[in-house]
């Protein structure tokens, strides 16, 4: 093992990879700043330039950096104008675009910077350190398991079922259900709810929702916010301010470091990805918050921003076991890679370790450079970046429309996403001035169709429902969704029922 | 070492990859077209966006033809730009629609409303035969190992896919199991919605064994980590000659995942037959071969008529299928 990490060293730290690292890393975090380019999209485009390459290592050192480089770029438009770009930076407008509304916009950048970056790192160590073993780890989940996964992925929505609002974020998180079972489901042959239009066929698309569900009803609601004030959007000394003060770190210190572990360990399963890890990074985290700390949750906390950012960095990072280790891609970005990599003769699976070790170390190597490059390159940035929140409003508006426009159109080529987007984003709006929340529908949009189908799939395999005590794992992890949705309204009521009992008392 | 020198090569092969849509190269055949646009009807990334732009690459570099462009037009599961081409034919005559199996499948089930009848079949260009693949632990190395198993405990024998059912790894699978004398309903067929996903299940052990792409299998099993069972092939496949047919196993079938191209229809005749020409001079030429080997490709070519009898019959096979799978 040592020999194959000197060798990858001396791979990774050529001026050729370096370069690519460097070049990999700028590519995806400016391409993945604009909402509708994910890591998807942007690595099919640079695929024909990594394969004209030809050398593997490079190539992948190239299409890894471009990778995290996306996922860390696609949180700043969660943060600045709640559009989030990528599935697993939903989570990360949660409390990001809050704080950037309360005028901290560059402090909720550097949070999430840095909490990427801390993820990022310590996701490569574990790699380094794990990946051999974690294979089988891999495999360990069954359908059975994933269904219950989902599950306690869904109990994120606890978090916006504030006061007096459970029926309507149930409400919400139903609709959002429903709005996945839309197209065909990977189950069954026959399409649902389409009412015949061609375009709904495949379900609508993960980016259009997202855009019709925050961007939209946010830039519309400055508009339209009554009491909204006549300058800019907020306090525009403090927007460019990236200082986190020393309390503040210790703070956020403690959740970094949990959830870039548990992030990479849900990145390693090839059925989670770092979608599921974010929101579960949120979940948790909200969960074992002190109660004056969980009530800030979903209206700016640091804590509830640098959870899923570093749980999203970690995953990302955690997919690469699955994909090195055994050749199986866990997710669309991990496929594109891996056929990036059949395509450079390269077979990723347990052989590629003792055959290539020099590609496999220095992938990993690169991860650690291209991580700290993110960090060195995005810092000093971040001012100008967090600049665009203090151009007036009737020149800010009209841009987050485009950008959303553009989210939605960009990915598919197809204006009908635009007309979905417009009808969607004025129901949308109108469930926002309703206060309705908006997020468990785009969780429950997410998350439902994954856990619909390993439902279905489990019920198939095991000829009905007993999956669910048969297999103790899936038992384990749906007794910890109910703990996460229990748990806190069972504390509240028992400090309701404590601070009645004193007053009685005396 | 060769890490030290390539900087530089890099570059300019990376530029190079760039220019593909530039100026008609020298080398190479004469040139039988100007310019192709190439509509792709799903996402960037996919297989017929690789498959589109691989042929479109070749033939520029070859010098076959002038330039290529691409259009990506996802939506309906490849219907809408089906729907595109019919509708805009006239103005859409330098335009090659590229496509696969599934414009047969969905067709029948109604995903799609027109089916290829409705297009100008150019040819059939590449493929990728089907294969069933079991856990390299898995005490069923061939498919009597799969058959006697199957037939001592059918629900314990479930096969799963990365495709819906009555999609076309259901299909292989009913077709493997109705060619060997059993009743196709029967199987227990446990659909994933990607391929990778049911390669994931498969290794897990949560289903006994997998019908995909036997490209998609091949890598995994040289690493060792997959036994692949039987490939629907005629003869046995060059890149893996340890690999049994399923006709040599006894079970008499064989298919091929087709990916071809589409013109619009009422196509000129002259139109059509220079792009069966530039398609035809396409497989000689080394930039074919870079493209192809580059992506594991088979040569499959089934030009004109060849092509309409090959999707007649495979439409035939695949609906009598599905009517007794109950799909239609």
């Not at chain 1, 990774?12 to 995806?28: D, E, H, K, Q």
């Not at chain 1, 990915?411 to 984003?425: H, I, M, R, S, W």
């Not at chain 1, 439902?448 to 009905?464: I, K, P, T, V, W």
């Amino acid at each position: 093992m040592l020999e194959g990490l000197i060798e990858g060293l001396v791979t990774a730290f050529t001026f050729t990879n370096i370069l690519m690292v460097i070049g990999g890393v700028l590519i995806g975090t400016f391409i993945g700043m604009l909402p509708g380019l994910g890591p998807m999209s942007i690595i099919a485009i640079m695929i024909p330039v990594a394969i004209s390459i030809g050398d593997p290592s490079t190539a992948l050192i190239l299409l890894a950096g471009v990778y995290y480089g996306a996922i860390f770029g696609g949180s700043t438009s969660s943060i600045l104008i709640n559009a989030p770009g990528v599935a697993s930076t939903v989570a990360t407008s949660f409390d990001g675009y809050p704080l950037a509304r309360q005028g901290k916009a560059g402090k909720a950048l550097t949070v999430a910077a840095v909490s990427s970056f801390a993820g990022g790192t310590i996701g490569a160590v574990l790699l380094m350190i794990f990946a051999p073993m974690l294979a089988t780890v891999a495999l360990l989940f069954h359908s059975t398991e994933y269904f219950a996964l989902m599950v306690v992925g869904l109990s994120a929505i606890a978090a916006f079922a504030g006061t007096g609002q459970v029926s309507k974020a149930i409400m919400m998180t139903i609709l959002g259900l429903m709005l996945g079972t839309v197209g065909e489901a990977a189950l069954f042959p026959a399409p649902r709810f389409t009412f015949g239009v061609q375009d709904l066929q495949s379900g609508l698309s993960f980016i259009t929702l997202a855009m019709a569900m925050f961007a939209l009803p946010e830039a519309i609601y400055l508009v339209l916010d009554p009491n909204r004030s006549k300058t800019g959007s907020g306090g525009t000394s403090e927007i460019k301010d990236l200082r986190i003060t020393k309390a503040e770190a210790k703070e956020i210190a403690p959740v970094v470091g949990r959830q870039s572990l548990q992030g990479f360990f849900i990145g390693v399963l090839p059925g989670a990805g770092a979608t599921i890890a974010s929101f579960l990074g949120y979940a948790v985290e909200r969960n074992i918050a002190r109660k004056e700390d969980r009530d800030k949750f979903g209206k700016g906390a640091l804590k509830g921003l640098a959870a899923p950012e570093s749980a999203n960095n970690a995953a990302c990072t955690g997919s690469f076991v699955p994909l090195l280790t055994l050749g199986i891609p866990g997710s669309g970005t991990t496929a594109i890679l891996l056929g990036a990599l059949i395509a450079l003769n390269v077979s990723p699976g347990p052989r590629l370790m003792v055959d290539n070790p020099n590609i496999f170390w220095s992938v990993i190597i690169s991860m650690y450079l291209g991580n700290l490059v993110l960090l060195i390159l995005n810092l000093p940035l971040i001012p100008y970046i967090a600049k665009i929140l203090a151009v007036p409003r009737n020149y800010l508006i009209p841009f987050i429309l485009f950008f959303t426009m553009m989210g939605a159109y960009i990915g598919q080529n197809n204006a009908t996403e635009l007309l979905l987007l417009v009808g969607l984003g004025v129901a949308a709006t109108i469930l926002r001035f309703a206060n309705f929340p908006l997020a468990p529908a785009l969780i429950g949009f997410i998350l439902g169709r994954m856990l619909e189908d390993n439902f279905a799939r489990s019920m198939q395999l095991y000829d009905g429902i007993g999956f669910v005590w048969e297999r103790p794992m899936t038992t384990g992890l749906l007794f910890l969704a109910i703990v996460l949705v229990i748990l806190p309204s069972w504390r509240a009521r028992l400090a309701r029922i404590r601070a009645r009992g004193i007053a009685d008392g005396d | 070492m060769k890490k030290t020198t390539f900087g530089r090569r890099a570059i300019l092969a990376a530029a190079a990859a760039l220019m593909v849509s530039g100026g008609p190269a020298l080398a190479g055949s004469h040139q039988v077209l100007d310019q192709i646009h190439f509509l792709i009807p799903g996402g960037a990334g996919g297989g017929w966006d690789g498959t589109a732009r691989g042929t479109g690459e070749a033939l520029t570099n070859a010098g076959i033809i002038g330039s290529a462009t691409y259009e990506n037009m996802s939506g309906g599961g490849g219907g809408k730009a089906i729907g595109y081409l019919i509708e805009n034919a006239e103005s859409n005559y330098d335009t090659l629609m590229v496509n696969s199996t599934p414009i047969v499948i969905r067709a029948l089930t109604g995903v799609i409303s027109q089916n290829f009848r409705d297009l100008t079949m150019v040819a059939g260009t590449i493929g990728d035969y089907a294969a069933l693949v079991v856990g390299k632990d898995s005490p069923i190395n061939s498919m009597d190992d799969l058959l006697a198993a199957y037939r001592a405990n059918p629900s314990e024998v479930s096969i799963g896919g990365g495709s819906v059912p009555g999609g076309m790894d259901h299909l292989v699978a009913a077709m493997v199991m109705q060619a060997a004398g059993e009743d196709p309903t029967a199987v227990k067929y446990v659909a994933y919605d990607a391929g990778g996903m049911a390669m994931a299940g498969l290794l897990s052990g949560e289903i006994a064994a997998l019908s995909t792409g036997f490209s998609e299998a091949v890598a995994l099993a040289e690493a060792g980590e997959v036994k692949i069972i039987g490939v629907t092939s005629d003869e046995r496949i060059d890149a893996a000659p340890d690999v049994p047919t399923m006709k040599e196993q006894g079970i008499d079938m064989d298919f091929v995942n087709w990916r071809g191209f589409f013109a619009a229809p009422g196509l000129p005749a002259e139109k059509l037959a220079a792009y069966q020409e530039a398609l035809t001079a396409m497989y000689d030429t080394p930039e074919w071969e870079e493209v192809r080997a580059r992506n594991g490709w088979v040569n499959i070519h089934n030009s004109g008529d060849d092509f309409v009898a090959f999707l007649e019959n495979q439409e035939g096979i695949i609906k009598d299928l599905m009517i007794k799978l109950g799909f239609l």
